[in-house]
T-cell receptor
Framework: DAGVIQSPRHEVTEMGQEVTLRCKPI?????LFWYRQTMMRGLELLIY????????DSGMPEDRFSAKMPNASFSTLKIQPSEPRDSAVYFC???????????????FGPGTRLTVL | GQSLEQPSEVTAVEGAIVQINCTYQ??????LSWYQQHDGGAPTFLSY????GLEETGRFSSFLSRSDSYGYLLLQELQMKDSASYFC??????????FGKGTMLLVSP
């Protein structure tokens, strides 16, 4: 299996621009998570989906952030407009359905390093 | 909510044994997990404890005491490649994890 795929791997943009991050989960996984990692705040859960439905978006920092999962193999995280404080590494992770695994192991993608100037 | 405490940095030499502690406060508990992250890489799963006691996987072991809200990761026969950040994470249900801030392990020759 190819693992979780994220694109782009690096993104440099200017303040005020729209940024779209993309994720393809592992086939057969029905949970998808978006995380943000910074030195100050560590690894924070932004939002997660189950069977393409957003379950908990309480970690989304503000209305500038939105996430969608139109089908089982694709999700996007959008920031509009972007600000310098959004600079971070954004990880997508997926996990298999409950019942197929004893524990909630999450499989992380390589991440997107976002820099907002 | 959940909160986790772990040391920010630990140093050790090759061949040694190191223990990384984690204490947690949680409103619901579904197990304690450990993840490894090399610099510039993605977190990868190491171990999981749902019940009290020790789980061993090769050179790595993980321990949990639910009554003390405490766990640790034990790394034996340290190698240079073990230099990485190690995160404990608490599950409040099957799906979600709350991660600690991570412990940076530096292994020297």
């Amino acid at each position: 299996d190819a693992g979780v795929i994220q694109s782009p791997r690096h993104e440099v943009t200017e303040m005020g621009q729209e940024v779209t991050l993309r994720c393809k989960p592992i086939s057969g996984h029905d949970y998808l998570f978006w995380y943000r990692q910074t030195m100050m705040r560590g690894l924070e859960l932004l939002i997660y989906f189950n069977n393409n439905v957003p379950i908990d978006d309480s970690g989304m920092p503000e209305d500038r952030f939105s996430a969608k999962m139109p089908n089982a193999s694709f999700s996007t995280l959008k920031i509009q407009p972007s600000e310098p404080r959004d600079s971070a590494v954004y990880f997508c992770a997926s996990s298999p359905p409950r019942g197929r695994a004893v524990y909630n192991e999450q499989f992380f993608g390589p991440g997107t390093r976002l820099t907002v100037l | 909510g959940q909160s986790l405490e772990q040391p920010s940095e630990v140093t050790a030499v090759e061949g040694a044994i190191v223990q990384i502690n984690c204490t947690y406060q949680t409103s619901g508990f579904y197990g304690l997990s450990w993840y490894q992250q090399h610099d510039g890489g993605a977190p990868t799963f190491l171990s999981y404890n749902a019940l009290d006691g020790l789980e061993e996987t090769g050179r790595f072991s993980s321990f949990l005491s639910r009554s003390d809200s405490y766990g640790y990761l034990l790394l034996q026969e340290l190698q240079m490649k073990d230099s990485a950040s190690y995160f404990c994470a608490v599950g409040s249900g099957y799906s979600t994890l709350t991660f600690g801030k991570g412990t940076m392990l530096l292994v020297s020759p």
